[in-house]
């Protein structure tokens, strides 16, 4: 236990002196890479036969490094690929840095997750994963555009929730965002302006109103979580409770014996 917490005091800042070093000595090229699709479709289009994996790893490392923005990728992703190919390769690269993540925080405990991310944060998203309602509050949470997702693969990591069930979930709620933002990048690959501009405009709104009521939504799926999760107590209580026997009837009491007549 003593070396499991050094290792998680010590990771986050050894990681994260690597990757500063990494984007101090490359600053320009990832800049320059990941503010632009046609920029990184360039790239990735330039790798031949290995540009599906090279385009995998991109995404996997923005879902890691998650100061990233995750949809330019995406975007190129439609735009490279076209909608159902690249948003499969976004969604297995997203998979891959979720399911890293994942690890680590189970790996390494809380004291690494609280470097990362403030402490009453970490907590809340910790007990939604920890509620009886995990699996759909995961899948929502996911779902809305603007709540941030780099915090909720940390938390489910500390939580009793399986590798597996969070993938699920989570892959399931970020599908549509994936789609749209592939659609998006299609729709500028056929230069259908008008189609693109629709998309953009819609995922910017759904943006905005997800992160200008992020608390709100939260905090509502926190309340569902309680209840659903008092409601099954109460169940379990109820099923518990022995059932009062009814009471033992007593026999009657047996009257005297008729005589019998005599004969004449």
């Known amino acids: 236990m003593k070396a499991r917490r050094i290792l998680s005091l010590v990771a986050f800042p050894a990681v994260f002196a690597a990757i ?13 890479l990941f503010t632009s699709s046609e920029r990184l479709r360039t790239w990735i289009a330039a790798a031949g036969l290995k540009a599906p994996l090279l385009f ?10 998650f100061f990233i923005p995750g949809e330019i990728p995406q975007i190129a992703g439609g735009f490279l690929f076209g909608v159902w190919q690249g948003g499969l390769l976004s969604l297995a690269g997203i998979t891959l840095g979720a399911c890293f993540n994942f690890l680590m925080a189970r790996l390494l405990g809380v004291p690494f997750v609280r470097a990362l991310f403030q402490g009453k944060d970490v907590e809340r998203v910790r007990r939604l994963a920890e509620s009886g309602r995990a699996r759909l509050t995961f899948f929502l949470l996911f779902l809305i555009p603007g709540i941030p997702k780099d915090i909720l693969c940390y938390a489910a990591g500390l ?3 399986s590798l597996g069930t969070f993938l699920l979930f989570s892959s399931l709620g970020r599908l549509p965002g994936i789609v749209g933002s592939a659609m998006m990048g299609e729709a500028a ?5 008008l189609l693109a501009g629709g998309l953009l405009l819609l ?24 209840r659903r999760g008092t409601r099954r107590a109460h169940r379990r209580v109820g099923r518990g409770a022995k059932k009062p026997r009814p009471p033992r009837r007593e026999p009657p009491p ?9 004969g004449t």
């Open 254 to 262: 047996e009257g005297p014996a008729r005589s019998g007549s005599a």
């Open 159 to 161: 939580s009793s929730l």
């Open 56 to 65: 995998v790893g991109v995404q996997a490392l923005q879902v890691v490094v």
């Open 20 to 32: 500063l070093t990494l984007g101090i000595v490359f600053r320009r090229e990832i800049w320059t």
């Open 203 to 226: 995922a910017v709104v759904l943006f905005v109103a997800g992160f200008l009521l992020r608390d709100r939504l939260q905090a509502l799926l926190a309340r569902l979580a309680r």
């Open 189 to 193: 690959a056929g230069e259908r302006w």
